[in-house]
Structure formats: C-alpha cells, structure tokens
C-alpha cells in the first residue's frame, strides 16, 4: 500500500501493453477495410450480382479503388440489383468502362472489376456505369453444362440435372 | 412426503435469497466505485495482482492457442485449397470467442480464487471485523479494489492474449506451414469487423471482468469464518464465475446479433 517505484512501473507497463493491442485490434485489424480515399460515388445495375456483399472491393486491373456502399433492388421497377460504389476521386474514370461482378478464385469473396474504356468524356460524381457483366452463379452453369450433355444423348428437352 | 416439499421450499427460499444478497453487494460496490473516497493505491495494488501477475500466464496461453488453432485450420482449410484463409481462422476465432472466454476463465483461476481465499482468510481471522471496529467499512476498504482491479484488467488481458495469439498463429502459420506473411496479416485484416467482432469482444471481456470480480470477492466476503469455509468459497468462486462466463457468453452473443 505504499508507494513502490517497481509495482508502479510494472502496473504502468501492463496497463499501456494492453492498451496498445486494444488499439491495434480496432484500428489496424477492425478498421482496415478501405484506407484509401474515397469521394467518387458511381451507380451500376446488374441483371444478377450472386453473393455481393457491402463493403466488397472494387478493382481497376487488380488494384483496390473503393469499395461497394450499398445494394439494393433499382428504384424504377425493373427488378435489377443496383450497387453503389465509393471510388478514389483522383481516379478519371471514361464512361464506357465496364463493371462486371467477378470472384477471387473458384469459391472466394466477389468483388465488382471495372474495365475503363477509351471515350474521352469522364463519368461525373453520381454517374451510371451503363456497360455491366452479371455474376456467373455457377449453379446455374453446371445446370446448362448438365443440359447440353443430356441433350445430345436423349430427346427430352431440358430434362437434365436429375441423378 | 411433507419433509421432501419443506425442503423443497427451502432451498428455493435459500437461492433467491442468496440471489438477493449478491444483487445488492453488486449494487454497493457500483456505488462505492463512484461515490468517494477514490482508492486508487489501493486500485493500483489490486491491479497489479490480478493484472501484471496474471501476465505471464495470459501471454504463454494466448501463444499456445495461437499456435493450436494455425495448425487445426490449416489441416482443414487445406484440403478445400484455401491455406490462405488461416489468417481469418485464427484471428475470427480468437477475437469473437477464445481470446474473452479463455481469458476469463484463466484469470478465474489465476487471480479470482486467489481473491475468494484471501477475503475468505481475512473473514475466518477476522480481520474484517477488526476494520468494522475501526470503522472502516470493509467492502470499500478490501473487497471494491479487488473486483474493481480485476474488472480493468479483463479487457486488457484479453487484448494481449489476442495479440499473442495472432502472433503465435503467425509463428505457426507463415514460420512453420509457409503461408506467406503478406497473405496471413491481409486475410486477417480483411476479415475483421470493428462494430461485430472487435466490439463484440471488448463488450465481452468487460463483461466478464465484472461477473469473475463480483463473483470471487462476493463469495470470499461471505465465506464460512474457518478453513472449510475458506476452502469452499475458493472452489466456489472459481466454479460459479467461469460457469456464469460461459453463460453470459451466449447471451452476449446473441443479443450483440453477429453478422453473416
């Protein structure tokens, strides 16, 4: 209960080590999601965008732009997946590029690839990427893979898939 | 027949009762924490025993695990050919649960019953009778540091028993197995949610902090004033404590409502 120049300093260290991995687990781990900046909003419609989730990368040739902000059905009744985007605001981005959803790997996270074009005239904050790629939803795939070859062997159309 | 319903009743009459008392023991030492006098050497004592002495102990096990869970993930995830996940196996798993429940329940071990035994030694030998003499009220003399220390510590120790695992997943992962360094740190970095998992596990850990403390000064405080009454509140305080943990583990899970 007296002062002890020793205890003091231990208590000291165990206090400021226990802050400091508090402090690396929310910033380096809890908030490294997008450090790079942000501040270009663009919008892109998908016909289909399979497991897209928030807060997915968005990808210039393999290098992280941005990020997706938020998805939600298109407001003008057509039943398309509409996905926004926060993209890096130095980045001059043509308005013929292309927004395709794309996966890392066969069964990795998916992530939104653009492809700028050539035009010469830059999409504004708030634009409408026009060109999109759907997701490839690989049920989907092994279903018509599973079509085509039944439909060559027996005369029922689209009868495949069952085993 | 009677006898059996008496006793019955007796037991739930007993249980609420304890219930109660623990309840408003709770209660004093939220209102001796905030209203003065401040004791903070004797905070600063009390963080030192259960703090910097359960270092050691938080560190090597946060090592072990670490090193346990690099190897089970990457047998597993290797078979799907995704080794380059074994990041966010280990940080995921330490970070939502291990890192706050085994800290818990080591710092039950570690300190909590070092607690219940010393308050229940200080009971048999009445000591604290002797400081009630003096007018010195012994639940915010002895028994508020003791709780007060150890519910400050729990969050710290956890972080470092994280930290430690993660390094000790590294050490296993990228030294031992050849996962690259890059891959382990970006997969753990793109994996972790502040709000759902960091959060989560402060949340936790602070929670916890303040079930082990009440629990051991409480069931130190009102020990049995002799050794077998030392003896049962020690094993007492390290069962109920780590049993609570592991309930309110759930609770917190659930209602803190995980993302997918």
Request: aromatic content about 8%; some cysteine; hydrophobic content about 45%.
């Amino acid at each position: 209960m007296n002062r002890s120049p020793i205890r003091d300093l231990l208590v000291g260290v165990f206090v400021l080590s226990g802050l400091a991995a508090l402090a690396y687990l929310s910033i380096q781990l809890g908030g490294a999601t997008y450090s790079g900046p942000g501040g270009l909003t663009l919008y892109a419609s998908f016909d289909e965008i399979g497991g897209l989730q928030k807060r997915a990368p968005v990808v210039i040739g393999g290098v992280k732009v941005g990020q997706v902000k938020n998805i939600q059905l298109s407001s003008d009744g057509s039943f398309r997946a509409r996905v926004t985007m926060d993209i890096d605001m130095t980045l001059k981005i043509p308005d013929d590029t292309q927004a395709a959803v794309l996966t890392q790997g066969v069964l990795g996270n998916q992530y939104v690839g653009l492809t700028p074009g050539g035009s010469d005239t830059l999409l504004a904050d708030g634009g409408e990427i026009a060109y999109t790629q759907s997701a490839v939803v690989i049920e989907r795939l092994i279903g018509k893979v599973i079509q085509s070859l039944g439909g060559g062997k027996d005369d029922k159309s689209g009868g495949g898939g069952g085993s | 027949m009677l006898e059996f319903v008496r006793e019955v009743g007796w037991r739930t009459v007993d249980n609420v009762h304890g219930l109660g008392g623990i309840a408003l023991y709770g209660s004093r030492l939220v209102y001796e924490t905030l209203a003065p006098p401040y004791r903070l050497r004797r905070l600063l004592d009390e963080l030192y025993n259960s703090g910097v002495l359960s270092l050691a102990i938080i560190c090597t096990s946060g090592t072990a695990v670490g090193f346990v869970l690099a190897l089970q993930g990457y047998n597993t995830l290797v078979r799907f050919g995704a080794e380059q996940s074994v990041g966010a196996v280990v940080g995921l798993s330490l970070i939502r649960e291990l890192g706050p429940v085994l800290t818990a329940l080591l710092v039950t071990g570690r300190a909590g019953s070092a607690i219940a035994a010393e308050i229940g030694a200080m009971v048999a030998t009445e000591q604290l009778d002797g400081l009630r003499m003096m007018s010195v009220d012994p639940v915010d003399y002895v028994t508020q540091p003791k709780a007060l220390g150890l519910a400050l510590s729990m969050p710290l120790l956890t972080a470092l028993f994280i930290v430690f695992g993660l390094f000790g997943g590294y050490l296993v992962g990228v030294g031992l197995l050849g996962v690259d360094a890059g891959v382990y740190f970006s997969s753990l970095e793109n994996t972790i949610d502040f709000r759902n998992d960091v959060l989560g596990s402060v949340l936790k850990s602070v929670v916890f902090g303040m079930i082990v403390g009440l629990i051991s000064t409480w069931r130190g405080y009102t020990a049995a004033p002799n050794s077998a009454g030392v003896s049962a509140a020690t094993t007492g305080a390290v069962v109920q404590a780590s049993v609570a943990t592991l309930m309110f583990d759930y609770v917190i899970t659930a209602l803190w409502g995980v993302g997918i």
